[in-house]
C-alpha cells in the first residue's frame, strides 16, 4: 500500500499573486477546503506545502500556499503532483477504495483461476472500468457487482466474473 495519495495534478500558475490551479483527482472537490497541508511530488521534491487558500474555478481548485507571494515562486512547481498522507486521506466507504490500492491487484475468475493485474481504472459517467492485463492484452472490466465479486486490498486480490463477450 502505498503511504501517500495524489489528490491533484497543478497544471499551472493563477495571477500574480502565488496561486495556482490544480485538477483535482478526488471524487469531492471541496476536500481540499480541509486540508492543511500537501506534498509535492514525494519520490522527487518532497516538499510539504501549507495550504493557505482554497477556491474553485470550473472544475478546477486554486489554491494559494503559505511563503509563494507571487508567480516567480511557484512557477517552476507547475506539471507536478500534490499528494496526501494517508492519514491526512478520506475515508472510504464500504466498497470504496483508492485507485492506488487496486492497480497492482491479483486477479482471479469466480472459477479461482489466475486471470491477470489490475493495470489503471478508468472513470467514466456510470462506474469505473478495471483494466486488466490479460495474456498481453487489456480487458476492460466494468465495475458492477455483475462483475467485480471481491475486492480485499489486505491479500491483494480482486475476484471476477467474466460475463459473456468480455474477452
Known sequence: MQKVLQVGTIIKTHGIR??????????????FK??????LEPEKDNIILEIEGVKFFKNLVILKFKGFDNINDIEMHTKK????TR???VECEEDEYFVADLIGLDVVTDENEEFGKVKDVIH?????VYVIDYNDKEVLVP???????????KDNKMTIHLMKGLI
Not at 502565488?18 to 476536500?31: A, F, H, I, M, S
Not at 480541509?34 to 506534498?39: A, M, S
Open 124 to 128: 467514466t459517467g456510470a462506474n469505473d
Open 87 to 89: 492519514e491526512n486521506a
Open 34 to 39: 480541509k486540508l492543511k497541508e500537501v506534498i
Open 81 to 84: 503532483g500534490i499528494y496526501v
Open 18 to 31: 502565488g496561486e495556482v490551479k490544480v485538477y483535482p483527482l478526488t471524487d469531492d472537490v471541496n476536500r
Open 143 to 153: 465495475a458492477i457487482k455483475q462483475c467485480i465479486k471481491d475486492i480485499s486490498i
